[in-house]
């Protein structure tokens, strides 16, 4: 038995208004424990309605998206709020970091909403951009970073919960080529501890250090014809027994979060 | 980057959570509310001044209220303390009307004096003079405008000491004026003034009917009976002389602290010993009863120009809050990313609205107090300020908060988180 972080089936969504704009239609996706999945497409194909999705942000019109085995359509904003906080980290092409705080408190506001003991939410954060490189400058203002060291503090602030599954939707759109490197490393590293990452892009490049790579075309996905040619990563099989480890922390953890007791659990 | 480092990033991702999840940062979120106060301090300023304009009307109307309240009170007390007025009972008589049941006897003085506790007395009633001109010159004019006549009173005793009156001039009649039936007269402040009589070293006449009253002096305060400053006043003899209706209707009694209830019970069995019940002793009648109704008046103004700041600051605040909400949307989507929910959203805008209310009340009510203890301070009042009072305004500046904070806390949960996290970039 084999449970995926996110597992999508037949995932529909409809944008109503005068014409109704079907963004995703019938969308099947599973993303294994470890994954990394780079997701490409054409400008309005979908990607950041796929991601919205995937992240909880969105609702479906149709179909059944999975967390940990956990279906979501069931669940009601209390409880997807709580699935974000504790299982899903996110980075936005614009960073979205707080220009009236210090680095430090930005990716502190991770830990706001979950339920990390008050000791430990410092020296997790420290730890997280001490990871990203960051950690000299801690009571910086992100206004006097560069774009690149922003995108890590928001990194830094995505991980340091301790997600399950990191969703990107253009993480390098606004960064130059040497950033984007270092930020695509960054996510290299995070996969290969084990942790399952989604990423949109427009970059080649950026998807080749992706070892999936799928392309949404009038609202379904499509295996890219990159996909074989961007050997990364070792296969999945190889990857250690860490990922399982995890899938069942973080079970039991939304189900506590959550308070969800005997859901579909895959 | 080196590959050292991915452990750190592995024990990350295994840190237990502690197993109950929910009431999730009452705390923090309370933290969050106060820094994104302080986040902005220049629109902060803006948005606590019409809490701060409003609570501080509001405090210093109720305080000055209660503090001039304070201070009438305490200064009646000393008066009411060592004032008394003895009048005869009054009886629905046969046609309906109430009538005295008995008249202040002639020798009322007499039998006044020495009583214990009774340090100055007089006995004084208003004369009716009918049509009678007062006048301060010998021949009435006709083609003169008609002017209204002051009242005129008629006392016996030393009715100076029974009201604590000063004289600005001159000097009040003795018991040789009354006992000779002369004609002399002490003019009140204002009756003086209207009459124009200003001195009285040449001994003035007026003309009272054609009589000519030489004034001796002139009354400039007394402690009680405001209107004697309005009247001419006359010894009795003279008034009875010219005027046969004219009677004593009380007596005015100056006594000592602390003997109010036995100059209650004595005074009446002294001015008719068969019938004490005949005779009543009170304080005197409250002498400020017209300047507290302009006062509750004036207080009524106040307290509606602090209601309607302070509508106007619940408003800016409101409007400045919602104005946040929609410049933080992206701050919205991203905290709603990070786990936020519905509730904990709307929680924050409003205990970011409640405690801008709150600051707001606080400066407010500091204000004021410190504005009715500097008048009183000028004035040589006590300041009378109601703790209750006080901490309820600066609460009241919460209220103020939460209401206004209300409205825009909701339309801030209502953001879909993708809505908020498209709108904004950071
Ligand atoms: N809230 C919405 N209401 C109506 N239509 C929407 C809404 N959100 C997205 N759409 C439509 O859905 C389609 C997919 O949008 P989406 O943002 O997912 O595209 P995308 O692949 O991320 O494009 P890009 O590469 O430009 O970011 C587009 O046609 C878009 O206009
Ligand atoms: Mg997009």
Redesign the pocket.
């Given at each position: 038995m084999s449970a995926a972080v996110a597992e999508l089936r037949h995932v529909v969504r409809e944008?109503g208004?005068a014409t109704t704009?079907r963004?995703l239609a019938g969308v099947d996706l599973a993303l294994a424990p470890g994954d990394f999945c780079a997701i490409v497409?054409a400008?309005?194909?979908?990607?950041?309605?796929?991601l919205n999705v995937m992240g909880l942000l969105d609702r479906l019109t149709a179909g059944e998206y999975f967390v940990d085995g956990v279906a979501t359509s069931g669940l009601n904003d209390r409880q997807r709020s709580a699935v974000r906080g504790s299982t899903i980290g996110f980075v936005f092409q614009s960073f979205h970091l707080l220009a009236t705080r210090s680095v430090l408190d930005n990716v502190l506001m991770a830990f706001t909403y979950g339920g990390v003991p008050r000791s430990e939410r410092r020296p997790r954060a420290v730890e997280a951009l001490d990871r990203v490189g960051l950690g000299a400058r801690l009571a910086f203002s992100p206004a006097t970073l560069s774009g690149g060291e922003r995108q890590r503090v928001a990194i830094a602030r995505a991980v340091c919960a301790g997600p399950r599954l990191l969703l990107a939707d253009e993480p390098t759109g606004n960064l130059d080529r040497s950033n984007s490197e270092s930020v695509m490393e960054l996510f290299a590293e995070l996969n290969a501890d084990g942790l399952t990452i989604a990423i949109?892009t427009?970059d080649d490049e950026v998807a080749g250090r992706a070892h999936r790579r799928l392309q949404?075309r009038d609202g379904t996905l499509h295996s890219s014809a990159a996909e074989a040619a961007a050997p990364a990563f070792q296969p999945s099989s190889a990857r250690g027994p860490a990922p399982s480890d995890g899938t069942h922390a973080s079970l039991a953890d939304v189900n506590q979060v959550t308070g969800i007791r005997g859901g579909t659990r895959r | 980057m080196s590959r050292r480092d991915r452990t750190v990033s592995r024990s990350t991702r295994h840190h237990t959570r502690p197993p109950h999840g929910q009431g999730l940062g009452a705390r923090s979120v309370i933290t969050e509310a106060l820094d994104g106060v302080g986040a902005r301090p220049g629109r902060l300023v803006v948005t606590v001044l019409g809490t701060v304009t409003g609570i501080a009307a509001l405090v210093l109307t109720i305080g000055l209220g209660q503090t001039a309240g304070g201070q009438l009170a305490s200064h009646f007390d000393a008066i009411s303390s060592t004032h008394a007025e003895a009048t005869a009972a009054v009886a629905a008589g046969a046609d309906g009307a109430e009538h005295p049941t008995a008249e202040i006897p002639r020798d009322a003085l007499a039998r006044l004096d020495g009583l214990a506790g009774v340090e100055a007395a007089a006995v004084l009633g208003e004369v009716d003079i009918g049509t009678d001109p007062i006048t301060a010159v010998p021949i009435h004019d006709p083609s003169m405008p008609e002017t209204l006549a002051p009242p005129v009173v008629a006392a016996e005793g030393d009715l100076l000491g029974a009201v604590s009156g000063r004289l600005a001039r001159g000097r009040f009649f003795d018991a040789g004026h009354s006992a000779r039936g002369d004609r002399v007269a002490v003019l009140g402040r204002d009756a003086a003034a209207s009459l124009g009589v200003g001195d009285v070293a040449s001994r003035p006449s007026i003309f009272l009917g054609g009589h000519a009253y030489a004034v001796i002096g002139i009354l400039d305060a007394v402690d009680i009976q405001p209107n004697l400053l309005g009247s001419v006043i006359v010894p009795l003899a003279a008034a009875r002389r010219d005027y046969p209706g004219a009677t004593a209707a009380r007596v005015e009694l100056k006594i000592a602290v602390g003997s109010a209830s036995v100059v209650a019970h004595q005074v009446p069995i002294a001015l008719a010993p068969n019938s004490p019940d005949d005779f009543d002793v009170a304080a005197p009648a409250e002498p400020t009863q017209f300047e507290g109704a302009v006062r509750s008046d004036i207080d009524l103004v106040f307290v509606a120009i602090g209601i309607i700041t302070l509508l106007a600051g619940g408003l800016g605040i409101a409007s400045v809050t919602m104005l946040g909400v929609s410049q933080r949307r992206g701050e919205i989507g991203l905290r709603r990313a990070l786990g936020a929910t519905r509730g904990q959203i709307a929680a924050q805008f409003v205990l970011e609205s409640v405690v801008v209310g709150l600051l707001g009340g606080v400066i407010g009510a500091a204000l004021g107090v410190f504005v009715v203890v500097t008048i009183s301070l000028v004035q040589g009042w006590t300041p009378v300020l109601d703790l209750g009072m006080t901490l309820g305004g600066a609460a009241a500046g919460g209220v103020v908060g939460l209401l206004a904070g209300g409205y825009p806390a909701i339309r801030a949960a209502l953001i879909e988180p993708?809505e908020a996290l498209r709108a904004a970039s950071g």
């Open positions: 944008f208004g704009v963004a497409g400008s309005g194909a979908g990607k950041s309605t796929l949109i427009h949404l | 993708v």
